[in-house]
T-cell receptor
Framework: AQSVTQPDIHITVSEGASLELRCNYS??????LFWYVQSPGQGLQLLLK??????LVQGIKGFEAEFKRSQSSFNLRKPSVHWSDAAEYFC??????????FGAGTRLFVKA | EAQVTQNPRYLITVTGKKLTVTCSQN?????MSWYRQDPGLGLRQIYY???????DKGDVPEGYKVSRKEKRNFPLILESPSPNQTSLYFC?????????????FGSGTQLSVL
């Protein structure tokens, strides 16, 4: 069955520290992978996406993600977190059949 | 400005009282979809529409209805709301619904059913 797992419900990092949010997927074919961010009181906004080619993709707001087929992972990273990055982050797979499957989300807290 | 507009942002109602949450997009997208977001469960698809007059069930359609009479509008109808439908609801759209398209989301509707 197609699924997306985000193992961490919440993560706390200090401002200026690096960040890695984990995402594992289960999908039979080559996946279309997305990371979305949800700021408080707002809808989801696309951070970045992977379809094919270079396995390291760059997104907005200084985020990047690396696709690792052997590990079925698509982890999101940022070298230096800012207080404004506090939000909930969702990993998703474009599964075809008019479906996008979302993970449960990881809430990021940023300490001053 | 390209956007998906949902109304209302917040809604409190009582069990059994019919309600409608509206969704409108101004991007001429063929595909629209409704999700509910619950803690620990992420976003789950309720219904989606591939075009005018074409709709289909998502993963959690029970207790919900939709219609797509115009391309821009995709209202979500709860004919007899129950407390287990208390949730945060999002409408989303994309050009055709293809797997490689990003979704454009509304700002959400927080529904409480007492």
């Amino acid at each position: 069955a197609q699924s997306v797992t985000q193992p961490d419900i919440h993560i706390t990092v200090s401002e200026g520290a690096s960040l890695e949010l984990r995402c594992n997927y289960s999908y039979g074919a080559t996946p279309y992978l997305f990371w979305y961010v949800q700021s408080p009181g707002q809808g989801l906004q696309l951070l970045l996406k992977y379809f094919s080619g270079d396995t390291l993709v760059q997104g907005i707001k200084g985020f990047e993600a690396e696709f690792k087929r052997s590990q079925s992972s698509f982890n999101l990273r940022k070298p230096s977190v800012h207080w404004s990055d506090a939000a909930e982050y969702f990993c998703a797979v474009g599964a075809g059949g008019f479906k996008t499957i979302f993970g449960a989300g990881t809430r990021l807290f940023v300490k001053a | 400005e390209a956007q998906v507009t949902q109304n209302p942002r917040y809604l409190i109602t009582v069990t059994g009282k019919k309600l409608t949450v509206t969704c409108s997009q101004n991007m001429n997208h063929e595909y629209m979809s409704w999700y509910r977001q619950d803690p620990g469960l992420g976003l789950r698809q309720i219904y989606y529409s591939m075009n005018v007059e074409v709709t289909d069930k998502g993963d959690v359609p029970e207790g919900y209805k939709v219609s797509r009479k115009e391309k821009r509008n995709f209202p979500l109808i709860l004919e007899s709301p129950s407390p287990n439908q208390t949730s945060l609801y999002f409408c989303a759209s994309s050009p055709t619904g293809a797997a490689n398209e990003k979704l454009f989301f509304g700002s959400g509707t927080q529904l409480s059913v007492l």
